[in-house]
Each structure stands twice: as C-alpha cells, then as structure tokens.
T-cell receptor
Framework: QKEVEQNSGPLSVPEGAIASLNCTYS??????FFWYRQYSGKSPELIMS????GDKEDGRFTAQLNKASQYVSLLIRDSQPSDSATYLC??????????FGPGTRLSVLP | NAGVTQTPKFQVLKTGQSMTLQCAQD?????MYWYRQDPGMGLRLIYY???????DKGEVPNGYNVSRLNKREFSLRLESAAPSQTSVYFC?????????FGSGTRLTVV
C-alpha cells in the first residue's frame, strides 16, 4: 500500500511569515510530486509540480524534493490570509495513478 | 475553457436509490478518474479510465460502477445508495503534469 503522509494541522502562521508544509511518501519508485491547494468547499487546484531533487520556485511558492529521504515540502513566503486553505501533496510513480496525502490545513492570521 | 464539468453539484438520495454522476472534459485527456473525499481521509480513488474503452478499480470501488462513454465523458453510478456513500465526489482528468478536477458533487444519502 503506497502511502503519502502529511501533518493534518491546522498550521497557523502570521501574515507575512513563511509557511512550511511537509509531506513524506513510502514508494521509492515515485517520480512525480505535486502540491494542490483546496479552499473550503472547492475542488483542488494544482499549484506546483516537481520531478527532480532540489528546489523549484514559482513566485511566492517553493517546492523542495529529497528523494533519498522520501520527502517533499512546500514553502510559502510572505503568507497572505488568502493562502488559508488545505494543501494536498500528491505522488505518482511511473505509469501509476496519483496517491494523495490527507492534506494540511493552513491558517494565515492577519 | 470549461475544463472538467461535473453534474449535479448537490444531491440527496434515500437509501437504496440509484443515481449517476456525470463528468465531461474538453482538454483531450486520455485518463479520467473518480475520487471521493471524506473528512480526515483525503482523496480516495474509486475508479479510473486510462483511455477510452478501459476502466479499472481504484482503492474503494465497492458499491460503484463506471462507464467511459467516449473520450470526453466518464460517469459514475451508484446502483443502491448507502449512507456510507455520503461524501464529496470529484471527477478529474489528467495529462502528465497533473490533474484537473471538476467542481465536485456533494452527495448525502439518508
């Protein structure tokens, strides 16, 4: 059973701070890694994908991947109240379906 | 640019009733999926279709059937609804770089 684990939170950070969201996965063969944001009552939307070890930056978002440690993280710089949502980590092996983590609820306090 | 369209958005069923959830995508994706999302459980795969004419079971297929009508449409049927099927259902389609989700169907079985 392939597993993806996340701290369910809630993770509370003050406005303007860095929010750090973490995800671990069990399948060493995993090749693609994604972060989705889901606002309450809405569907998940893709915000970042990462495929190789290291950092990938997109605006205020940075995804970090360490395959040796089976760990992927998402940093949100200058957090805004509009970033308050649940963040889902998803992992995919070659030719396989996505496996989603349970999500971390982030609350950015004004 | 509609993306993935799901209907209905809300539904209340009595135990034992049947219904079909409809999903259509206009992104020319080969793969389509049905997920359910329950509090604390994350997204769980019910069925998927890797291409037109094929369907496969996911993690939680019991009580459901699917039809891949053509490349665009993938429907989910509950033959005899049970209270345990109360959930939010998401359809998704995918390319290699991640899923696009529909807006979801909130189903309550009483």
């Amino acid at each position: 059973q392939k597993e993806v684990e996340q701290n369910s939170g809630p993770l509370s950070v003050p406005e303007g701070a860095i929010a750090s969201l973490n995800c671990t996965y069990s399948d060493r063969g995993s090749q693609s890694f994604f972060w989705y944001r889901q606002y309450s009552g809405k569907s998940p939307e893709l915000i970042m994908s990462i495929y190789s070890n290291g950092d990938k930056e997109d605006g205020r978002f940075t995804a970090q991947l360490n395959k040796a440690s089976q760990y992927v993280s998402l940093l949100i710089r200058d957090s805004q109240p509009s970033d308050s949502a649940t963040y889902l980590c998803a992992v995919r092996g070659y030719g396989q379906n996505f496996v989603f983590g349970p999500g971390t609820r982030l609350s950015v306090l004004p | 640019n509609a993306g993935v369209t799901q209907t209905p958005k809300f539904q209340v069923l009595k135990t034992g009733q049947s219904m079909t959830l409809q999903c259509a995508q206009d992104m020319n994706h080969n793969s389509m999926y049905w997920y359910r999302q329950d509090p604390g459980m994350g997204l769980r795969l019910i069925y998927y279709s890797a291409s037109e004419g094929t369907t496969d079971k996911g993690e939680v297929p019991n009580g459901y059937n699917v039809s891949r009508l053509n490349k665009r449409e993938f429907s989910l049927r509950l033959e005899s609804a049970a209270p345990s099927q109360t959930s939010v259902y998401f359809c998704a389609s995918s390319a290699a770089d991640g899923y696009t989700f529909g807006s979801g169907t909130r189903l309550t079985v009483v």
